[in-house]
């Protein structure tokens, strides 16, 4: 949006003139010609930062650097030059005066595709958080093949409600304003920041956006022309932190891991698909919580500046399944939905129940995959306290599609299923009912007519750190949880000094759920017990060697021989988590630690506070007899785990302002793994 000629006459007229009137005309105009003044300064910098915008899009200038040093070429008339000057001037030297700029017409984009893979895998985990508990809550059999890749952030907040989101500023909508990406020639690096031409017409597509090469190698490319209609303009972000440096993230390649030679057999085909999961951060959310977004520059959490850096950024990565989260609604039907499906997309959506704005969206590439089956999960359950809030999951069944010539059956349906988990750090009970009900659909989605199940791949925003309760139930398949105050269930936050805290009771929902301790639907399971009994016997079983059980009641008399004998607790029963002595001597193998220096990686960056609670899990075959520091060993199955894209570290977000940026446009990383899917048949027939 542009305001023409007259915005230049505002600028000298709001700030000489200003003062005289004030005297002359009285107090009462202080509240008509200062706001005027105000806004026309305003409207002065708008119009600066889009004549800007206007001019670094047909400018084959390589003077213009830093946040703007990628641009489309075109001579810059010496009107334009001029001007450019003068905004340079005004307010260019904040930019940073180091990177260099592309030579003319050489924009460039490096899509995922290209690649070039790196070093390791990061294993890793935090501190201990188990209590004692005395429930094993088993979660079926999909469940203790789930697999923990990645994961991320930690909330340090205190939990109120939320005030009511304010109306929410739109996109106008006028002639359509395509963007493209750019990358500025830098070593083996990226451009930072996003910005959308304002006035620019179809046939000058604007300017830079969020974009990351890992190749030195330049490809004349340009972003789609997504059908983001409009007028989004962008001011010009005072920075001089090289965010492409700093926030450079490793691909690791895993497809070979020398320790374990017999993972992935070069002769075994694979149908390679990458997935993402990704917490946007919904518009509504930033504008509610305002106060969590102090320390970014105003213009840079804006929907306006944020929404083409995210479909940069998962344009760049280019996923061929995509989990988000924290998708506001309007936003997905008016602006994500519609450029996803020009990137090949097709999507699904779930809002959350009640008055909340957001949800979650799975997108897959059409070319690859097909759906089978969708199923949107509400965890809202009028009546019970354990499934009060609103949050939401989805669940898909999708079959690969392979190259014509292979028998389409040569590979198996792939489960993938997203999530945002409640947020609340008190309320760990709420997170692991929310979790059981995801795993229920999961469990029925899965599940192939011989009782085995198809791989499952679960992406989400757990809102859970790495190796809390909740963590290694899914990790592990199981949980004794009764007897846990709620807070340790997330691990995101310490409330062991408070008087009071909730603690978790067995069972944490009623049979009246329909949904067994095993987090599997009882209609699925075994129907003929169904009514007979309220609790099933192997659940009532799973007391008899638990914690309580095993010391004698004080009252209890004494009888040698009879009352202090001790169940001998059978061998493959878990041990009480306090008294758990690691069978296995090898070291603790550290997961969620960046490969080089040990830091641990990070997926959000609440205040400051760097927190890993974004994963995707995978299902994998548990290895027999394999525990390490308390945690199941697996390998790959027919799932194989290929690569990921390393996160980063607290500290290098902080360098970079913490999250969002101007360069990263949520306040969580994205998560990207690369995954193979082994084909058996080759050939049709
Ligand atoms: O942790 V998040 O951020 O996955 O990035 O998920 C929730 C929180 C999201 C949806 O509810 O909103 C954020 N203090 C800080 N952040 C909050 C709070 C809070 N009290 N409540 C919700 N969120």
Known sequence: MCLGGYTEWCIAWSSSKWVGKKERVGTV???????????????????????????????????????????????????????????????????????SVPAVGKVSVTRASDWLEGPELLMTSLSDLNSAPEVTWCAGQQLTELHALASSETQDHAVTDLAKLPAEETVAVSGSAPWAAVVPQTEHQVAGCAAIDVEVQNEDPAVLAWSLSQDAETVPTKLPAWPIQGTAQFCPLPTEVPYHELLWRDWEDLSVQPCVPEQVSENTPLFEFRVMS?????????????????????????????????????????????????????????????????????????????????????CYKHSRFQLISLSPVEYFRPGLDVLSRDNVGLVLLLQPLLP????????????????????????????????????????????TTGGSYYPVILCGDLNSVPDSPLYKFIRNGELAYSGMPAWKVSGQENFSQQLYSRKLMAPLWPSSLGITDSCQYVTLCQPKKLGRHKYSRDFLLQFQFCEVACVRPPQLILLEGVTDAKPDRPAHWPKPAAVAIDPDPQPFLPSHFLPHGGRQEVTTMPMGLGATVDYIFYSAEPVENGNRGGRRLYRDGALKLLGRLSLLSEDVLLMANGLPNSFCSSDHLCLLASFGLEISNLREG
């Open 278 to 362: 990704y917490n946007i951060l919904a518009q509504d959310l930033v504008e509610q919580g305002i106060d969590l977004y102090l320390h970014c520059h105003p213009d840079i959490v804006k929907w306006n500046y944020r929404l083409p850096n995210l479909l940069q950024e998962i344009w760049h990565w280019d996923p061929d399944v995509l989990c988000l989260q924290e998708v506001q609604e309007n936003h997905y039907r008016e602006q994500l939905e519609p450029a996803f499906k020009e990137m090949g997309f097709a999507c699904c959506y779930k809002r959350r129940t009640g008055a909340k704005t957001d949800g979650c969206a799975v």
């Open 404 to 447: 014509e010539g292979l028998d389409p059956k040569a590979v198996s349906p792939l489960c993938v299923a997203n999530t945002h988990v409640l947020f609340n750090p008190r309320r760990g009970d709420i997170k692991l009912a929310q979790m059981a009900l995801l795993l229920a659909e999961i469990d029925k989605i899965a599940k």
């Open 29 to 99: 105009l202080c509240y008509v010609l200062l706001p005027a003044a105000r806004l026309l300064r305003a409207l002065r910098d708008a119009f600066f930062t889009c004549r800007k915008n206007v001019l670094l899009a047909k400018s084959t200038s390589t003077e213009i650097e830093g946040v703007f040093a990628a641009v489309r070429g075109r001579p810059v008339p010496e009107e334009q030059e001029a001007l450019l000057q003068q905004w340079l001037e005004e307010g260019a030297g904040n930019l940073p005066a180091s990177e």
